[in-house]
């Protein structure tokens, strides 16, 4: 899942990123308005983690600016801003939730993990595809009677895959979701993971097509 997180505090925004990283998530981090701005009209991103308080803008205006311009990623507001007017404000601009600091990792990531099930449009933590299924909150992926719970980087590419049955998603593609900008990636590094969760489930667990890409089956 690919994320963008706009935070201008340092502190917090190492500390996220290291922790979405740290959960299979690719995450690319801004820090000012101007470069969140252009950031936002990216329609690559899953989430958008969001803070209201950043140099040369505000975020409200910025998610404001985003709606208008028919931006439809779902937007989960951090901010220190705790007053009921700010929430409201927040919410009725186009918000999908909204977080005050300071907050629990755990919350957090209950309410992203709960806007990306809001946006495939189910209620369930799992996701399941061509016999195989995904628990997205414990990483773990059955299929044939086998569970184990995935890596980072292998629950990343294969929840990417499973989340679009049928659709293939070229080495490119993959690679923009699993790593955040500045990742240095290995030429083989996505050949290197699905081997990896071939030899533990399978080669039908992931389709490649030749000079296209790579697919999970539909059925």
Do not use: C
């Not at 290291?18 to 690559?44: F, H, P």
């Not at 990531?109 to 990306?116: D, G």
């Not at 992931?206 to 790579?214: C, K, T």
């Amino acid at each position: 899942m690919r994320v963008l997180l706009i935070e201008d505090d340092p502190m917090i925004g190492d500390g996220l990123s290291k922790v979405l990283a740290g959960e299979g998530m690719s995450v690319d981090w801004v820090r000012a308005g101007a470069d969140a701005e252009i950031a936002l009209r990216d329609a690559g991103y899953a989430i958008v983690l969001l803070d209201l308080g950043l140099p040369g803008a505000d975020g409200l205006d910025l998610l404001k600016s985003a709606r208008a311009l028919g931006v439809s990623t779902p937007v989960l507001v951090i901010t220190a801003r705790d007053r009921l007017d700010d929430r409201v404000a927040g919410l009725d601009l186009g918000a999908d939730d909204y977080l005050v600091k300071p907050f629990e990792t755990r919350e957090l990531l209950a309410r992203m993990r709960a806007l990306a099930r809001r946006r495939l449009g189910g209620a369930s933590a799992r996701v399941a595809a061509g016999g195989s299924e995904l628990d997205t909150e414990t990483h773990e992926l059955t299929r044939d009677q086998v569970v184990q719970i995935l890596p980072a980087r292998e629950y990343a590419l294969m929840r990417a895959l499973m989340e679009r049955p049928g659709r293939i998603l070229s080495r490119a593609q993959i690679e923009e979701r699993i790593y955040g900008w500045g990742e240095e990636v290995e030429s083989n590094a996505v050949d290197v993971l699905i081997h990896s969760i071939r030899r533990k489930f399978g080669k039908g667990v992931i389709l490649n097509v030749r000079g296209a890409g790579w697919m999970a089956p539909k059925s």
